[in-house]
């Protein structure tokens, strides 16, 4: 393809295709240029932060070539783009990952020099993360944006610019306190905001018939209010590629500053109320990960966020004079859960009220352009929305929804004549009890493909969660296992090993981590396997370091990292962890821990700030950590430690420095995990059930090298079906019953018995996540851990086996699936001047 013109301000240093701007001197310059003018510094005073700040839009400076180029591009030679819908982007620290895509992690080092910084990790340091989502599906989309530029492929990615990202977590006396995150506190340099592209959407109201130019009947939506949304952009860079994608935040801000009727008659306040109502859209993420609250603010926010990005799609096929008929051609869009489901009945409306389209025209475009993903099974987490709650804030999509779901569920009647059941059971409107919406019917509806995350949950998706839709259209359900990307989770976080790697099998792994399957041939090269022992110690010891430093606790290196970092859930069960580690400090204390691995054993994770359990299970961690970590009998033994403040950054300290990776949830409740994978191609061990990717990562690893325990998904269904008794399970298990009596008691309280006992009555009465059942068999697979940590060459084996083997964990696969069967999408050439070395 022909090179573009970008008309770009050219400062000679871009023009020199041996720098690209991309060496020491110019970053160095850049930097000092920014201290000066963007940010009003001089350099003998300049902060860390104001170092941070500077090296940030030094890089930010070298993001812009490859940025608009990909935009002019597509301008210029419009191809398909995939519109990545999700209310979470988790997006982590952006500095360093700038850095790696752009091949210059050394130059920012050596020029940092310049200013008397030792080491880039200081700067790094500085950094605040952007906590714009809660957990894994947020995380997910992350990953998926960094892969999407890596492939090449064009994308934008549409979501929320929340003022106050998930809470910060303080620990006080054991218990979650949450704190406010205040990430752009400092500034961020990362986003750019582009008021001139606003985007108007209405709320509440009412809708009118009216009769059009044309003789025919049509409804139309009369708002009561309105907000704007305004983008902010956020570059994503792929790996050594020109291809810069984009992260399109919308921030919501008021229509007007008055309503200038109400203000003339005097009412002041009421002039102001519509100014502060919507500028409160975006102001919070909501923390609960998979519980649908069927809040009124947060439907507000999805349609915020949905309606934009579905304005601002029609609207680049407008500036190009692409016609709207072409939509699916330009655009796929995926929904990330059905967080951004309204957008079936969104660009419905857009299409017919706003381009007066007809309906069949409408719903072809809307239903070839709209793939879903599917997320998770619990009945919690399914979003429903109080058909009261929608029709007073989304009226015009209540109508949209009814003649969808009248004209799905003639399809059914004509399918299945006479059932009545299938039709109240598929129905978009849920009649049984109070009425509501169920989005993730619209959704399934609505889309021309749905998927699920991991292999098992996909089948479980056609045979538990939508078997009447699989079987009406089989064609539409598919699986795409999902991924994480290596640049950030083994490359960035991870330098220690890379340098190995890259050493042993080369590069190339990080764009293709297939090649990490080389590994295999030095698996029984025992001082490679040292080597490789090594590299996993001193990692180890700066996470030790960083420990000590933020909880006081100090933890031998040497001894085994056994780690659980997730969500603080019951389904993931963090209190079958703690239960079995009170039965190795009672081993240590009766004198029968015999060949038991001496262990620190990490937890960290955040709770929803309503879910009482989940923030029990904290206080349940710090009250066993107090009490072991004091007993002088536990000392080279045993050590636990409750990491406060689990987000992104922290994950990257913890996935490399772990032996044994914690996942432990109840089979068919975890959708997928991806921790699980980070964790496994750093080199730690799983230990884990038969649930979400698990199922496969014990396939590709080998079953020797994975620590299976526990009940299947088809055992635990038989388990309920007979009447699942927890008390059978305690009496047959004496040690649980000491371990249990011993909380109750209040040991690990300070003598105080109430303390935990919501949490035993829960356990020793419904017990509905299988902790009892399971737990026997998750205390044998704990001692085969041990017993395979006492030959450490042949544990060093089978870590090198796990890095070896999950390439297929990569997002750029995953990508790559949904590219290939759903989306139908192919990369962008992009030609500039400047290539990256
Ligand atoms: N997940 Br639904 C979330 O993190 N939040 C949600 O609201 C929903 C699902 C997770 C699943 O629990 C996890 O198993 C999966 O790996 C992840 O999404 C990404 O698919």
Known sequence: SQPLDLRLPTPGCYNDPERAGLDAKSVFDGMTEHLFFTLGKLAPTASRHDLYMALSYAVRDRLMMRYLATTEAMRAHPQKSVAYLSAEFLIGPQLNNNLLNLGIQQEAEAALRNFGIESLQQILDVEEEPGLGNGGLGRLAACYMESLASLKIPATGYGIRYEFGIFDQLIRDGWQVEITDKWLKGGWPWELPQPDEACFVGFGGRTESYIDDKGSYRSRWIPAEHAIGIPHDVPVLGYRVNICDRLRLWRADATESFDFYAFNIGDYYGAVEEKVGSETLSKVLYPNDGTDEGRRLRLKQQHFFVSCSLQDMLRSLDNRGLPVEDFPKYWTVQLNDTHPAIAVAELMRLLIDDRHMDWDKAWDITSRSVAYTNHTLLPEALEKWDLNLFSSLLPR????????????????????????????????????????????????????????????????????????????????????????????????????????????????????????????????????????????????????????????????????????????????????????????????????????????????????????????????????????????????????????????????????????????????????????????????????????????????????????????????????????????????????????????????????????????????????????????????????????WTDRMHWNRMSLLNTARTGFFSSDRSIGEYCENIWNVGPLNVDITCDVR
């Open 397 to 788: 999509h209540l109508e949209l929804i009814y003649e969808i779901n009248r004209r799905f569920l003639q399809q059914l009647r004509l399918r299945y004549p006479g059932n009545d059941a299938i039709q109240r059971k598929l129905s978009i409107i849920d009649e049984d009890g109070s009425k509501a919406v169920r989005m993730a019917h619209l959704a399934t509806i609505g889309a021309h493909h749905v998927n699920g995350v991991a292999a098992l949950h996909s089948d479980l998706v056609k045979t538990d969660l939508l078997p009447e839709f699989a079987e009406l259209w089989p064609e539409k359900f598919t699986n795409v296992t999902n991924g994480v990307t290596p640049r950030r989770w083994v490359a960035l976080a991870n330098p220690e090993l890379s340098t190995l790697l890259n050493e042993h099998i080369g590069e190339d792994w990080i764009s293709n981590m297939e090649n990490l399957r080389k590994l295999e041939e030095r698996q029984n090269d025992q001082g490679f396997l040292e080597h490789w022992g090594n590299t996993k110690l001193s990692v180890k010891r700066k996470l030790a370091s960083y420990i000590h430093r933020n909880t006081g606790v100090l933890v031998d290196p040497s001894t085994l990292f056994d780690v659980q970092v997730k969500r603080i859930h019951e389904y993931k069960r963090q209190h079958l962890n703690v239960l079995q580690v009170i039965t190795q400090y009672l081993r240590i204390k009766n004198g029968q821990a015999d060949g038991m691995a001496p262990r620190t054993v990490i937890f960290g994770g955040k709770a929803a700030p309503g879910y009482y359990m989940a923030k029990l299970i904290i206080r349940f961690i710090n009250g066993i950590a107090e009490t072991v970590n004091a007993d002088p009998d536990m000392d080279g033994r045993l050590r636990v430690v409750f990491l406060p403040d689990y987000n992104v950054k922290l994950g990257e300290q913890v996935y490399p420095a772990s032996d044994l990776s914690e996942q432990i949830s109840t089979a068919g409740k975890e959708a997928s995990g991806t921790g699980n994978m980070k964790f496994a191609m750093n080199g730690a061990l799983t230990i884990g059930t038969l649930d979400g990717a698990n199922v496969e990562i014990r396939e590709l690893v080998g079953a020797e090298n994975f620590f299976l325990f526990g009940k299947t998904v088809e055992e635990i269904n038989d388990l309920k079906r007979s009447g699942y008794n927890p008390g059978a399970f305690i009496n047959a298990m004496p040690e649980l019953q000491e371990a249990l009596r011993l909380i109750e008691m209040g040991h690990f309280s300070n003598g105080d018995s109430e303390l935990f006992r919501p949490l035993l009555d829960n356990l020793t009465g419904h017990d509905p996540f299988f902790v009892m059942a399971d737990f026997a068999d998750y205390l044998r697979a704990q001692e085969a851990v041990s017993l395979a």
